[in-house]
């Protein structure tokens, strides 16, 4: 799982796990679409996860983007935000 990847995490995800720059951009850009794409590799899903809504900011509407990565032996998470709980990381320690 990679949060809010810095330059070198994302040479690392580019270059060992071979995920196309455009969709690890789209993957932390809030403002790109959601989708499913298949590379010869791997399966890309691209989703938007509403944030918890702020009575400080009236009608604002935010998005977390997350991108999930499946290999044939590994899952690899991209989120700009650590939007796990203690309960969801259990499931990724096996």
Do not use: C, Q
Not at 55 to 73: L, Q
Request: net charge negative; charged share 30%; no cysteine.
């Amino acid at each position: 799982m990679f949060v809010s990847p810095d330059e070198e995490e994302i040479r690392h995800l580019v270059a060992d796990f071979k995920l196309d720059e455009h969709t690890l951009a789209s993957t932390l850009d809030p403002d790109e679409l959601s989708r499913l794409e298949f590379e010869p590799e791997h399966v890309a899903l691209i989703y938007k996860s509403p944030v918890a809504y702020s009575p400080i900011e009236p009608y604002m509407f935010r998005v977390a983007s997350v991108g999930i990565y499946r290999f044939r032996e590994k899952l690899v998470i991209v989120s700009r935000e650590n939007m796990l709980t203690s309960d969801d990381l259990r499931y990724l320690k096996a």
